[in-house]
Nanobody, 118 residues
Framework: VQLQASGGGLVQAGGSLRLSCAASGRIFRYNNMGWFRQAPGKEREFVAEVKWTDESTSYADSVKGRFTISRNNAEKTMYLQMDSLKPEDTAIYYC????????????WGQGTQVTVSS
């Protein structure tokens, strides 16, 4: 199973970007899909999570109301719509997967760089 993130880029503050995470293989063994990010000099942090099996989602407080996570089961793809971007959103964004709510994230894709200019 592999994850491939894409969609990063350079955008001005207030702008929008949509990240995609395409999965291959038996991805549905991993029920929970998430986005994380890591800014220079900082630890990796949770951004948002969605499940393949229901509509439940969760978000970090820092992105609530600005970011929207979604998935398309038929395409085995997860998305992160990022609106009202701020310079502090600048980071490498990673998609990841875990088996369920009790498991740790143990499948990671490569990162995609998001840079927000002021």
């Amino acid at each position: 199973v592999q994850l491939q993130a894409s969609g990063g880029g350079l955008v001005q503050a207030g702008g929008s970007l949509r990240l995609s995470c395409a999965a291959s293989g038996r991805i549905f063994r991993y029920n929970n899909m998430g986005w994380f990010r890591q800014a220079p000099g900082k630890e990796r942090e949770f951004v948002a999570e969605v499940k393949w099996t229901d509509e439940s989602t969760s978000y970090a407080d820092s992105v609530k109301g600005r970011f929207t996570i979604s998935r398309n089961n038929a395409e085995k793809t997860m998305y992160l719509q990022m609106d009202s971007l701020k310079p502090e959103d600048t980071a490498i964004y990673y998609c990841a997967a875990r088996y369920n709510n009790l498991a740790k994230y143990n499948l990671w894709g490569q990162g995609t760089q998001v840079t927000v200019s002021s």
